[in-house]
């Protein structure tokens, strides 16, 4: 929905009118847990990279991957190779949410994670649905996104998590923790660079701090650089 009628500097409820109030609230709490917005509900430049990134592109796919492993840096601690879902399901829970809203969080964690790529165990993916469609015989109507060498087969196309769709998960109990993530575009190969971190800036002292925020200024100044004088 973002996507397609644009994406305002500051997000309310009434972006999604479609939703409930109840669904508004959670993609608002969702969208700060993930640090896509700030305390006021500012856009912010991780959630314009992944607007202007293509769906189910490499580049989505890298953005979001950086926003899980930042917003949800302990269940990376677990192997997910060989994880369970109670383990998963504790580990988001220590975040805050129970219940229903805990499972799904969950739901929604295994589907972006899917969606990206990450290595998941059977035991985390065993029902999910597959994020490709089956193949089917050609009707012409798709020609245009087929391969010409394949007139038989359409292509599989993976679904996106619904990042930007609604289909966030509920996080309306969870409360933001020391996570942050950065993202810069290339200019001149076309690629991102992301910072992210799983601490609190005021932990920060001596050369750790200034490694952290040298970094940052060094990623603002490049961003500055690109923009207009005029501006």
Same mark, same amino acid.
């Not at 580049?59 to 950086?66: L, S």
């Not at 679904?159 to 810069?184: C, D, M, Y």
């Given at each position: ?13 009434? #972006? ?6 109840? *669904? ?18 500012? =856009?912010?430049?991780?959630? /314009? ?9 490499? *580049?989505?796919? @890298? ?36 219940? !229903? ?10 589907? !972006? ?15 999910? /649905? ?12 798709? #020609? ?5 060498? =394949? ?7 993976? /679904? ?9 998960? #509920?996080? *309306? @109990? ?12 290339? /200019? ?35 961003? @500055?650089?690109?923009?207009? !004088?005029?501006?």
């Amino acid at each position: 929905m973002l996507r397609a009628h644009g994406l305002p500097p500051k997000i309310d409820r009434t #972006a999604w009118n479609s939703r409930s109030g109840g *669904e508004q609230k959670q993609l608002i709490s969702g969208f700060k847990f993930l640090r896509l917005l700030d305390s006021n509900d500012v =856009t912010q430049d991780s959630l /314009r990279n992944l607007v202007g990134a293509a769906e189910n592109t490499p *580049e989505e796919k @890298q953005i979001i991957d950086a926003l899980l492993r930042a917003g949800y840096a302990k269940v990376f601690e677990l192997d997910l190779k060989t994880a369970t879902m109670g383990q998963v399901s504790e580990k988001i829970g220590s975040y805050g949410p129970t219940g !229903a809203t805990r499972d799904r969080a969950v739901r929604f964690f295994l589907k !972006a994670a899917q969606h990206c790529d990450i290595p998941l165990s059977p035991r985390l993916t065993e029902g999910m /649905r597959s994020t490709s469609e089956s193949a089917k015989p050609s009707t012409g109507e798709d #020609a245009g996104s087929a391969q010409a060498s =394949t007139p038989i087969r359409q292509r599989k196309r993976r /679904r996106s998590p619904g990042v930007l769709s609604g289909e966030t998960a #509920a996080h *309306e @109990q969870i409360e933001p923790t020391g996570n942050a993530v950065k993202i810069v575009t290339l /200019r001149e190969t076309g690629g991102t660079l992301t910072l992210s971190g799983t601490f609190n800036a005021f932990d920060l002292d001596g050369d750790e701090r200034k490694l952290v925020y040298d970094i940052i200024d060094l990623m603002k100044k490049y961003e @500055q650089s690109a923009k207009p !004088a005029s501006e």
